[in-house]
């Protein structure tokens, strides 16, 4: 690759685009956090897992925030912990209940999107593009998937919305713990502009001390810097750097992901004000029909089962379900199904007790290729 001193550096289009919305989760020191919800006399106690209590041999695993507040980190020797706070607690680690605490966690982030991709025990990505309308509805989803985990599993995470997943990723670590920060695509420079090189993921220790030398010490430092020379000093890696702290797309977020054929498409509603009766209810419901019969209709499908969910304020979750007679495209076909799938809900809740409501429609078609006017087709149903 040749740069020339006249010239900017090579921009692609992909690289000036911002398609997707990605939510990246990280559970807030996910093994202290576990341990501290099922022993409630360790809460605001400096706590460490990893090592062995009665040798005092060993490697932190991770720690609690408490303990962090000492200089305790995760890798950090037990006996080094030990001269920072003499008085923190060791416990070994229960690794089978942290895997199923996991699970769980990982299930409810399923529900949510349909292209999950788990980093690790306590992190993990969702591609939420074709879930939300926008960055509002994202952070509406987010909360939802915050109070859900907590109200479930009694621990909080911390959640980084933006337009690729290393934006995520990055976003989710500004405001730990129980945070939740939101990078659109047009902040991407001003966001990053202020963090420290080492934010990024992949620039260690080492890194940085190549940075240093040049006088970077945040990425508004590498942004400023003339690209050709990062590229003298860092070649093709340094140049991707530079294009993401100058807010370019240095990412292709399609590959990243394992995307599953789509089987159904759905829309939630959370409603973080109580509704006070069915009738509000209904609206939203019809909205959400709107939205997902318009979809359908983009993709050239057809569906035949409507379902209809509702939680409740306790996060208790129901799902109902009503297959057409035919293969459908018209919205009043789910909203006769949704009349009939209401019944039992309205005897069992009141509009006050609910949450969220979703409607799906799956067991998808494409509409037969002969099909060639698509205005025509949609017009006759």
Known sequence: MVLFLNEGPIITKNEREFNYIILYMDLDAFYASVEIRDKPFLKGKPVIIGGNPETKRGVVSTCSYEARKFGIHSG??????????????????????????????????????????????????????????????????AIDIK???????????????????????????????????????????DFLAPLDITKIPGVGKK?????????????????????????????????KLWKL?????????????????????????????????????????????????????ERRMQFRTVSLKIRDRKFNTSIRSYSLNCYSVKENDVYLAIEKLLI?????????????????????????DEQKNLSQFFNNV
């Open 344 to 368: 039992p809900f309205k005897e069992k809740y009141l509009p006050k007790d609910i949450r969220l409501i979703g409607v799906k429609i799956s067991n998808l078609i494409k509409i037969p």
């Open 147 to 189: 109070d859900e985990i907590y109200s479930i599993e009694k621990i909080t995470c911390s959640i980084g919305i933006a337009p690729n997943k290393i934006l995520a990723k990055i976003a989710s670590d500004v405001n730990k713990p129980n945070g939740l920060t939101i990078v659109k695509p047009s902040k991407v420079k």
């Open 76 to 141: 950090m020797p037990i006996n080094k912990a030990l001269e920072l706070c003499p008085d923190v607690i060791i416990l070994r680690g229960n690794f089978q209940l942290y895997s199923q605490v996991s699970k769980n966690i990982m299930e409810i982030l399923e529900r949510y999107a349909s292209t999950l991709k788990v980093s690790s025990i306590d992190e993990a990505y969702i591609d939420i593009t074709d879930v939300v309308e926008n960055y509002e509805e994202a952070k509406l989803l």
């Open 245 to 297: 702290v100058n807010g370019y797309n240095t990412e292709s977020t399609e590959k990243k992901f394992e995307k599953r054929e789509r089987k159904s498409i759905s829309k939630e509603q959370t409603f973080f004000e109580t509704k006070k009766s069915w009738q509000e209810i209904e609206i939203e419901i019809k909205k959400a029909t709107e939205k997902i019969v318009q979809k359908a209709k």
């Open 207 to 239: 890194s940085k001390q190549y940075f240093d030398k040049l006088n970077i010490k945040t990425c508004g430092d590498l942004a400023r810097t003339p690209y050709y020379k990062i590229f003298h000093s860092f070649g093709n890696h340094g140049l």
